[in-house]
């Protein structure tokens, strides 16, 4: 039976064959080096034994005292020469070929075998035996550890067979034989089985110690990519860990989470709040802090605070979730908006058809009041319900559906061509001294968007140069070139501006007096607009539909200080 196939109750190792883990090695020289060790102790016990019998007896046979001294020798020899045990493993010792297993254990079954059989003096050496067979229950398979007792059984009945020959009464060592050697069987398999018993034990601790090394590195990865900040204090202030966005948003140093929360005044918020949790015994608690920075300024965090079990022998600690107020209030303004626009898109698709109704019914109106009092009124009414649609066409646009796909498209070509009909629909002349002038760097700019958004996103900007910049010549300027702006667009804004992997860029300017400050801030946000009847969705819009294809829309001055401009960074398809 090899080491290989060898069951997992043979022994303690044999179910590490054929590869060993560094875990089953370790063991096996732990083990191998203790059972060296007692051999040793058992060789100078039996020598000490033979020299006690000389000196309160009668001295032993040479031979008994010639094999007592090899076996000490050769025992002593193989525990101080860590070179002579080179090589043993629970494969070697699975053999009986091994030299391995001749030096540990076949040597202890001759030499106990023949002491047996050469000492007529009557003392009985068959409990040597219980040495090499615990060896071999313990360090060899089941099948090799049963026939080193069998072999050890046998080498007592044989003694007593020698002596037999010899002409000496047998009779109570044949008996002291069966019974000894019965015992060899029995110390065998019970060793066998707690060993085999003892390693699948062992085998599982090394398993749930891996998967509880697992779970706390998976614990810690989770908790260091939060972004909410977590902060492990204990009772007395101590802070046991804290994560990355724990340490941005209360200013600790990387080297501060071993530290007390009393040993920095500007976080005596935070003690305060622990120690009122502390004292008030509650399970959790929620309360919102100030916390000073330099400058004066304070910072408003928001605390969520949770207390482990306290279980017998550990102490309990208390686990503070940190937000910053102003992420809170960011995402439920977030929030607010997204069920907004999906309570609007709602209501705009409602209104869509009774819309288109009224549309109707006012032209066939209007045929018939043509050239009376009531035609104005019909004007007025047509005006209001293309407001209304244009309003309802922005809400929807805004609404959650099906993502566009983002496709390659002739950017130069659709620029032209939705300038052309934006001109048509506002009535503005090309050539000199027009309002609006036009300069794409070439043909065949290739950009990644869809046609209708990238359509939507340049009306809306012109829309906007036009009702807020000045009633001159060039008023109104559209430029499409590589790079940022390109040639014949303003240098304006400081470099590095331009968005990553962006190579296209659509600005679009008008000539008028600088956006004030209060109004910049605002000016992406929704439902922000100067104007008493603007719906305020156009630039949000725009940036929306900008994000949904990678690209990015940015308001900046111009260089000369004469024009604001809307430049949207486009992203091209990768180079083959």
């Given amino acids: 039976m090899s080491a290989a196939t060898a069951p997992a109750a043979a022994g303690w190792f044999i179910e590490q064959a054929p590869a060993e883990p560094a875990g089953g090695s ?93 000492d007529a003096s009557g003392v009985n050496y068959g409990a040597l035996f219980v040495m090499p067979v615990l060896m071999a229950a313990v360090l060899c398979p089941r099948r090799l550890a049963l026939a080193t007792a069998a072999t050890a059984t046998l080498g007592l009945l044989g003694s007593s067979l020698w002596l037999l020959m010899l002409g000496m009464d047998v009779s109570l060592k044949t008996t002291q034989a069966g019974l000894v050697g019965g015992g060899l069987f029995a110390v065998s398999l019970l060793a066998g089985e707690l060993s085999a018993r003892l390693a699948r034990e062992e085998q599982a601790a090394r398993g749930s110690l891996a998967l509880a090394r697992q779970q706390e590195q998976l614990s810690r990865l989770v908790i260091d990519e939060m972004q909410e900040g977590v902060l492990v204090v204990d009772r007395r202030g101590r802070v046991r860990a804290m994560n990355p966005a724990a340490r941005a948003l209360l200013g600790a140093a990387g080297g501060e989470p ?29 309360l919102d802090v100030a916390l000073p920075l330099p400058g004066g300024a304070l910072r408003s965090l928001r605390l969520r605070l949770r207390f482990t079990r306290q279980r017998e022998g550990s102490e309990e600690l208390c686990v503070l979730f940190v937000e910053d107020n102003r992420e809170l209030l960011a995402r439920t303004r977030q929030e607010k908006l997204a069920a907004m626009g999906r309570v609007s898109a709602g209501i705009a698709h409602e209104i869509r058809n009774p819309l288109a109704a009224i549309a109707q019914a006012n032209a066939l109106i209007a045929e018939d009041v043509a050239g009376q009092r009531a035609e104005p009124l019909t004007r007025m009414v047509a005006a209001n319900v293309q407001r209304l649609k244009r309003l309802v066409d922005d809400v929807t646009e805004l609404a959650p559906g099906v993502q566009p796909a983002t496709q390659a498209l002739d950017a130069s070509a659709l620029v032209r061509e939705a300038c052309a009909d934006w001109m048509l629909v506002n009535g503005l002349e090309p050539g000199a001294g027009s309002r609006f002038r036009l300069q794409v760097a070439e043909p065949g700019l290739v950009a990644l968007f869809d046609a209708e958004h990238l359509r939507r996103v340049l009306v809306n900007l012109l829309d906007n140069a036009l009702r807020h910049g000045d009633g001159g010549a060039d008023a109104v300027r559209v430029t499409l070139a590589r790079g940022d702006g390109g040639p014949g667009a303003p240098p304006g804004g400081p470099p590095g501006r331009e968005a990553a992997g962006a190579a296209l860029t659509l600005v679009v300017r008008s000539a008028g007096p600088p956006v004030p400050p209060d109004v910049e801030r605002h000016l992406f946000e929704p439902f922000f607009s100067t104007r008493s009847r603007g719906s305020g969705l156009g630039l949000y819009i725009c940036r929306e539909l900008c994000e949904r294809h990678g690209a990015r829309i940015e308001y900046r001055r111009a260089a000369d200080a004469a024009s604001n401009e809307f430049c949207v960074h486009l992203r091209t398809p990768a180079a083959p």
């Fill in 26 to 118: 370790a063991a096996f020289a732990r083990l191998y080096r203790a059972f060296v060790s007692a051999r040793a102790a058992l060789g100078l016990a039996l020598i000490a034994a033979q020299l006690v019998a000389a000196w309160v007896a009668s001295p032993p046979a040479r031979s008994t005292l010639a094999l007592s001294a090899f076996y000490a020798l050769a025992t002593v020899a193989l525990w101080l020469l860590p070179g002579l045990r080179r090589g043993a493993s629970a494969r070697s010792l699975a053999r009986i070929s091994s030299v391995h297993w001749w030096s540990a254990i076949g040597l202890d079954l001759v030499l106990f075998g023949t002491l047996q059989a050469l």
């Fill in 258 to 286: 071993s530290g007390q929360l009393r040993g920095r005044s500007d976080w005596q918020p935070l003690v305060q709040a622990l120690e009122q949790a502390y004292g008030g015994g509650a399970a959790a608690g929620e």
